[in-house]
Each structure stands twice: as C-alpha cells, then as structure tokens.
C-alpha cells in the first residue's frame, strides 16, 4: 500500500502521544480521587489512534509504527540520558531539578518499552482478528475489546516490572486496577471520536483493510 499524508499524520500523533506520556508520568496527579501518573492523561491517545490505524490500515503498516514508536522513544531516552551526563555550565544550578525530572531509573526504562510493546501489539492483533471474526461490524466492541487487553497488560506488565518488591502487593495490585479502569474508561469515552476518524480515513483514503493470510508476528517485518 502506498503511503499517504493522513497515515503520517495518524503515526505523529501516536508518537508524540507515547513519548509526551513518558516524559510527563514523572509527576503524580489526583483524578477523581484516584492518584495516578500524569502520563494517563495522553497515553490512551496512542491507543485510540493505534486503533484507527489498525482498523483503517491493517496490522501490517501498525507493526511498523509501534516499532517506530519504540525506536523514537528510545532515542528520546538516549538524547535526555546524554544531556544529563554532559558536565553542566558553571552558572547552570539546575542540575540537580533536571535529574529529578527527566532521570528515569534503568528499571523503570526497561519496565515502559517492554509494557508498551506487550500492550500495543496484543491491542492491535485482537483489532485485526476480532474485525475479520466480525466481519468489520461492531466497531466499538472491537476497539472496547482490544484496548481492555492491551491497556491491561501495559498496566500489569509495567508495575509489576517497576514496583514488584518495592511497595506492599495490596497497593500494587491496587495501582494496576486503577490505571487499567481508567485507560479502559478513556477508550471507552472516545468511542465517537474514533468512529469519526475512522469513517473519514476510510473515504478519503478508499480503503478498509482486512488482515486476511497476515503474518501477526511482531517481528515480521518483510510480511
């Protein structure tokens, strides 16, 4: 398939939402009495477009653009890791605000890339297969489906990785349940919103496909 201007632009919006939300899950936020990193408040978009890609055009062209979310992601960390090594200015004093903010531990570096990986591939081979098992109907069940399981895995995954051992079960599990409800609740909400771009791409772009004799595995890339 040819590569059009509106699938760019739908692969920016999924790479600026995953890497924003690392940079921005540093600070803690209170939503509705519940505290959470501040990352949810744009995390779900890389699943709602992830979605809409997945929908509009297959699992295929999605595979490339989640690694292509994870090599960016990666250079981020590299680019900020860099900085933070460089000897400061002498008349810079804000070394010490710059680690606190943007210095992520390896642990939890190593927990972020392998969540997002398990969440965003389980989210859109579940779209593609639930599509053909549905022959394209009921969208909203599709994407309500597959953002439950890859949400919930992103959130299991990363604070299992992240947290295990360092704070008490109870408010691990407590923290998984959480950010798996409100990611969920997100899509959910959002359900017109993808309907709306969904529908738009389709005619525009005139296309509408399905993952027939495709390859689902992550690393196929000639597939």
Same mark, same amino acid.
């Given at each position: 398939?040819?590569?059009?201007?509106?699938?760019?632009?739908?692969?920016?919006?999924?790479?600026?939402?995953?890497?924003?939300?690392?940079?921005?899950?540093?600070?803690?936020?209170?939503?509705?009495?519940?505290?959470? /990193?501040?990352?949810?408040?744009? @995390?779900?978009?890389?699943?709602?477009?992830?979605?809409?890609?997945?929908?509009?055009?297959?699992?295929?062209?999605?595979?490339?653009?989640?690694?292509?979310?994870?090599?960016?992601?990666?250079?981020?960390?590299?680019?900020?890791?860099?900085?933070?090594? !460089? /000897?400061?200015?002498?008349?810079?004093?804000?070394?010490?605000?710059?680690?606190?903010?943007?210095?992520?531990? /390896?642990? $939890?570096?190593?927990?972020?890339?392998?969540?997002? $990986?398990?969440?965003?591939?389980?989210?859109?081979?579940? $779209?593609?297969?639930?599509?053909?098992?549905?022959?394209?109907?009921?969208?909203? !069940?599709?994407?309500?489906?597959?953002?439950?399981?890859?949400?919930?895995?992103?959130?299991?995954?990363?604070?299992?990785?992240?947290?295990?051992?360092?704070?008490?079960?109870?408010?691990?599990?407590?923290?998984?349940?959480?950010?798996?409800?409100?990611?969920?609740?997100?899509?959910? !909400?959002?359900? /017109?919103?993808?309907?709306?771009?969904?529908? @738009?791409?389709?005619? !525009?772009?005139?296309?509408?496909?399905?993952?027939?004799?495709?390859?689902?595995?992550?690393?196929?890339?000639?597939?």
């Amino acid at each position: 398939m040819k590569v059009t201007k509106w699938f760019v632009v739908i692969t920016a919006v999924v790479i600026t939402s995953l890497i924003t939300a690392n940079i921005i899950a540093v600070k803690l936020v209170t939503i509705f009495g519940f505290f959470l /990193p501040a990352g949810v408040v744009i @995390f779900p978009i890389s699943y709602i477009f992830g979605d809409i890609l997945t929908e509009v055009y297959g699992y295929r062209l999605t595979r490339l653009v989640i690694w292509l979310g994870f090599l960016c992601n990666l250079l981020a960390v590299v680019a900020i890791w860099i900085a933070q090594i !460089l /000897p400061p200015a002498p008349f810079w004093a804000d070394q010490v605000a710059y680690e606190a903010i943007l210095g992520y531990p /390896p642990r $939890l570096l190593v927990a972020s890339f392998v969540a997002y $990986l398990i969440g965003e591939f389980a989210n859109s081979y579940i $779209l593609a297969r639930l599509k053909i098992a549905t022959q394209g109907r009921w969208l909203w !069940l599709r994407t309500t489906s597959s953002t439950f399981v890859g949400q919930g895995l992103d959130s299991l995954v990363f604070m299992v990785l992240a947290f295990a051992g360092t704070i008490p079960s109870a408010g691990l599990v407590n923290a998984i349940l959480t950010q798996w409800v409100f990611k969920s609740t997100y899509e959910v !909400l959002a359900t /017109p919103l993808t309907y709306a771009i969904t529908n @738009f791409l389709k005619r !525009l772009e005139g296309i509408d496909t399905y993952d027939y004799g495709t390859n689902f595995s992550p690393v196929a890339f000639g597939d």
